[in-house]
């Protein structure tokens, strides 16, 4: 833990780790705000499910497009454009006596502007911290956001339900002016300057790091989905267990990033954290209805989750250059979005026929999937043992005068 605490007194680190999960702590309450406001005034979860959708789409375009702009423009307008749009969306969505269609395009216009925080923070990262601590930050930043994952749907499903879902969604929205206001106002954030990158968009993806990484995190969040859809249907939507047995899962991801963020990466260290995943995740489905044995089981997985994610992040770090990071860290959120949606839409539908041991089962193919996507392309994976997870510099070429 001496390489946490080290990285906890370098100056700033501390503050913008808070600041940035101050600003993202809304995505974990406005995907269940959402589901909660649309079916309350629609009467029906196939409008949510729709509105949820329009959502997740605009999500996956804004991602590396709006964090290819910070490279154009500068980190602060962009942030502050995509702060105050998100905002506006979601007051609307609130108060606005919508209709399915209209909530669809607002829901659309608020996953657009979600402020490319994630992508900021991380290119930020290797210019606070030398080379030798940029991994375990990484993997502080992996797990720290697990508090995301368990506190926000549970403050928005107390909200939600014994107050008002009005009253959760603009919660979330006073969530991301004060923790947007704190991240934008952060020195760090006007310090750093994203060079305009030379490659056309989406160029980046060609860089077999970034695509490894951005498949993989398909993979493991497309796992994580299908586990939830699971495990509600394994308790029904009313009971407590199901939120008991999450959060058990996100707190082995906590601890697993935590124990295992500081260990240096290699070749295997991706396939081998998504082993961990998937061992954890194959176990569920012997008795998938069971509270305790889901208990243990998914907090073996866990273990796996923020170490994994830790791994990606380094790989595209040490790999591309610094006027890329912000977009590729953008199209690797955009693979785990869609992973999200696709693997909770196949999970429902093998729920739908045989129940929760259905959605675990697709959790475990996705996982072993998993697995064997960076093994197989193993060769592609740098060893960073003992090197600089740091981006590539930005060269150009320098005018030299001749007599």
């Keep these: 833990m001496g390489a946490y605490s080290n990285l906890l007194k370098t100056p700033g680190v501390a503050r913008i780790i808070a600041a940035q999960l101050t600003a993202r702590f809304p995505f974990g309450m406005l995907s269940l705000a959402f589901l909660l406001h649309v079916e309350h005034n629609t009467g029906s979860y196939a409008a949510a499910g729709l509105v949820l959708a329009a959502t997740s789409v605009g999500q996956a375009i804004s991602g590396p497009l709006t964090s290819r702009w910070m490279g154009v423009w500068g980190m602060r307008p962009v942030l502050m454009l995509t702060l105050s749009i998100c905002v506006v969306s979601l007051v609307v969505f609130a108060l606005a006596p919508l209709t399915l269609p209209f909530y669809m395009v607002v829901g659309f216009i608020a996953g657009l502007s979600v402020p490319p925080v994630q992508p ?57 002016i004060g923790g947007g206001t704190w991240f934008i106002a952060s020195p760090e954030v006007g310090r750093v300057r994203i060079p305009t990158s030379k490659r056309s968009f989406g160029k980046v993806l060609t860089r077999p790091t970034v695509l490894l990484s951005t498949v993989t995190g398909f993979l493991l969040i497309g796992t994580c989905s299908a586990v939830e859809a699971g495990v509600i249907s394994a308790f029904g939507n009313g009971s407590p267990n199901s939120g008991f047995v999450l959060a058990v899962f996100a707190i082995g991801s906590l601890g697993g990033g935590l124990v295992l963020g500081h260990l240096p990466v290699s070749p295997w260290s991706l396939p081998v954290r998504m082993a961990i995943v998937f061992v954890g995740i194959a176990l569920t489905v012997i008795i998938p209805t069971s509270f305790v044995w889901l208990c243990v089981t998914l907090l073996i997985a866990g273990i796996g989750i923020a170490p994994a994610l830790a791994v990606m992040f380094a790989i595209i770090s040490s790999s591309v250059r610094f006027s890329d990071t912000a977009e590729a860290y953008g199209w690797a959120g955009t693979g785990q979005l869609i992973g999200a949606a696709i693997g909770s839409a196949i999970a429902g539908v093998l729920i739908d026929r045989t129940g929760a041991v259905g959605g675990l ?25 003992g090197s600089d997870a740091s981006p590539l510099a930005d060269t150009e070429p320098v005018p030299i005068q001749t007599s």
């Design 120 to 176: 900021a923070v991380r290119t930020i990262y290797p210019k606070m911290v030398n080379s030798s601590q940029l991994t375990p930050l990484f993997s502080l930043d992996a797990s720290a956001q697990e508090i995301i994952w368990v506190a926000g749907p549970v403050i928005t499903t107390f909200v939600g339900t014994q107050i008002n879902t009005v009253y959760a969604i603009l919660l979330a929205a006073l969530f991301l």
């Design 361 to 385: 089962s697709v959790a475990t193919a996705f996982a072993l999937v998993g697995i064997l996507v960076p093994l197989v392309f193993k060769r592609v994976l740098p060893d960073l043992r």
